[in-house]
């Protein structure tokens, strides 16, 4: 039966016994297992705390420094070919330029999709409805009842229309 100490005390003292499974051998070594300081044989070096975290630090310095750079440019790469894809071309960037101040989205309130929800069954609104009457795409409506307004890229001017039609607030100023 496994003995288990801080390898201070028990065992006779003698030292040639493994104090996590209690095998007997002349080839021992000390390890941290858990936090406690031990005699272990080399069937329960493995254990050891102190060598796992030196094999992770020494595999992982190792990819750093050789593969950092290549990859980071397929991270980029992957983006790039991400946006295209999802886009298109890029050529209405380069026609029209960026705007990100134009209909930026403001900070809003927390659980700001139920609150839209809520209001707009209180007013008998389907989304489909409200989105006609504030000229919005219903795909907006849908994305800010769901809480996703910034990952669908609603701008400010949507939440504005909101907030006045259904008496709400949703900007978090």
Known sequence: MAKYSTG?????????SCELCGRTTA???????????LLVCPDCAPHDDNRHKDQKKRDTSSQRDDGEP?????????TAKMYDQSKG??????????????????????????????AREDADLTA????????????????????????ANVGGSVIRALEDRLDVVLVDE
């Open 8 to 16: 201070g005390g028990g065992g006779g003292g003698d030292g040639d």
């Open 27 to 37: 080839k021992l070594r000390h390890a941290n297992v858990e936090g406690a300081q």
């Open 70 to 78: 290549n990859r980071r440019k397929r991270a980029a790469q992957r």
């Open 89 to 118: 071309d890029s050529s209405h960037w380069e026609k029209k330029g960026t705007n990100y101040e134009k209909d930026r989205l403001p900070y809003l309130v927390s659980g700001y999709g139920g609150v839209v929800e809520s």
């Open 128 to 151: 489909a409805e409200l989105a006609e009457e504030l000229d919005v795409p219903e795909s907006d409506i849908a994305a800010i009842e769901e809480g996703r307004a910034a990952r």
